[in-house]
């Protein structure tokens, strides 16, 4: 069975920083894209960032600037570095892993940014 392990959520005061990681136990030959989606309560899901095979990225405007989507691919692992972050960028973060036409996607994990 394909998992999808995030890991990096905590609390954080607006302004600062963390750094999401999320291992797939998938062969990094299948995956094609790894991405970060977010999700508020009350609010939809919503893409932060993307990562394809070839390096190339993606990111919702809402965080353009702020944070950074990189990926080891010999560890299969997308890393989600978030810098000066805000109150409203609290949210539960799931990684999701697109290999094929299957997308396989994390439990997540939860940021909380405090003022």
């Known amino acids: 069975q394909v998992q999808l392990v995030e890991s990096g959520g905590g609390l954080v005061q607006a302004g600062g920083s963390l750094r999401l990681s999320c291992t797939a136990s998938?062969?990094?030959?299948?995956?094609?894209?790894m991405s970060w989606f977010r999700q508020a309560p009350g609010k939809e899901l919503e893409l932060v960032a993307s990562i394809d095979k070839g390096g190339s990225t993606t990111y919702g405007d809402s965080v353009k600037g702020r944070f950074t989507v990189s990926r080891d691919s010999a560890e299969n692992t997308v890393y989600l570095q978030m810098n000066s972050l805000k109150t409203e960028d609290t949210a539960v973060y799931l990684c999701s892993a697109l290999a094929g036409y299957i997308n396989y996607r994390g439990q997540g994990t939860q940021v909380t940014v405090s003022s």
């Open positions: 998938l062969s990094a030959f299948r995956i094609n894209v």
